[in-house]
């Protein structure tokens, strides 16, 4: 008989990309200032299919991801897509917008992506310990 999966809810499934982007980037995307960071979504969270993908995300401060007028969240034409261009390339950026505008994800399926995406970081980190 097959294990069932028991699937984090969204909120939990944030909460840890959330921790794991917190450890991944120290400073702001933006600003190039650590402190208070938020997690960014490029393309916008609700497409279950980018929502946990590393490379939509950054990590901004909130005046540089909301803050009047001249954070991120309103430069998505703009600046923020200028850095993105810069950031990934613009083959990868242009794979990122066609899995943006073509998939079809769940939020369950996104969660359950997350979820083994993170037990195999954590698999790999501890392989990395062991072995000094």
């Known amino acids: 008989m097959k294990k069932r999966i028991k699937v ?3 909120r939990t499934a944030d909460d840890k990309f959330r921790e794991y982007m917190r450890a991944l980037y120290k400073m702001c995307a933006k600003c190039k200032l650590p402190g208070q960071l938020q997690v960014s979504h490029f393309w916008t969270r609700n497409a279950s299919c980018v929502r946990y993908s590393v490379p939509n995300c950054d990590m901004l401060h909130y005046a540089c991801h909301y803050g009047n007028l001249q954070g991120w969240e309103y430069q ?4 923020y897509r200028e850095y993105m261009i810069q950031k990934l390339g613009p083959e990868n950026y242009n794979a990122l917008e ?3 505008y073509q998939s079809k994800m769940t939020r369950r399926e996104a969660i359950l992506k997350l979820m083994e995406m993170l037990k195999n970081i954590e698999r790999e980190n501890a392989l990395k310990f062991l072995n000094g």
Do not use: H, R
């Open 76 to 79: 998505k034409q703009g600046k």
């Open 8 to 10: 984090w809810s969204t």
């Open 98 to 100: 066609k899995t943006y």
